[in-house]
């Protein structure tokens, strides 16, 4: 069973930071594509940053100089650094792993719970 857990997401102020994490648990063979998405109030989820196994990244481009996005393979966690943060950032936070799981070596697209993030003006 593959499970991925989310932590970081809070209240912050307009131009401050957060960091948000997603560690990868359970019966994984490999991850490849991880990323993250958001879903405001009333919205569409959007994907926000995703990064390979082999570190290639691309970005939305309404986060693009602010927000980075990397990856840890040997802790099976990714993680986003979001700085310069504006009130329109504000959603639900979802992380998304592409991975391979054993003993069947089928491959699934697994999400995390998701974690708020709230950017007061």
């Known amino acids: 069973q593959v499970q991925l857990v989310e932590s970081g997401g809070g209240l912050v102020q307009a131009g401050g930071s957060l960091r948000l994490s997603c560690a990868a648990s359970g019966s994984i063979f490999s991850i490849n594509v991880m990323g993250w998405y958001r879903q405001a109030p009333g919205k569409q989820r959007e994907l926000v940053a995703a990064?390979?196994?082999?570190?290639?990244?691309n970005y939305a481009d309404s986060v693009k100089g602010r927000f980075t996005i990397s990856r840890d393979n040997a802790k099976k966690t990714v993680y986003l650094q979001m700085n310069s943060l504006k009130p329109e950032d504000t959603a639900v936070y979802y992380c998304?792993?592409?991975?391979?799981?054993?003993?069947?070596?089928?491959?699934?697209?697994?999400w995390g719970q998701g974690t708020q993030v709230t950017v007061s003006s």
């Open positions: 998304k792993a592409d991975i391979v799981a054993i003993p069947k070596m089928d491959r699934y697209d697994y």
């Open positions: 990064i390979t196994s082999g570190g290639s990244t």
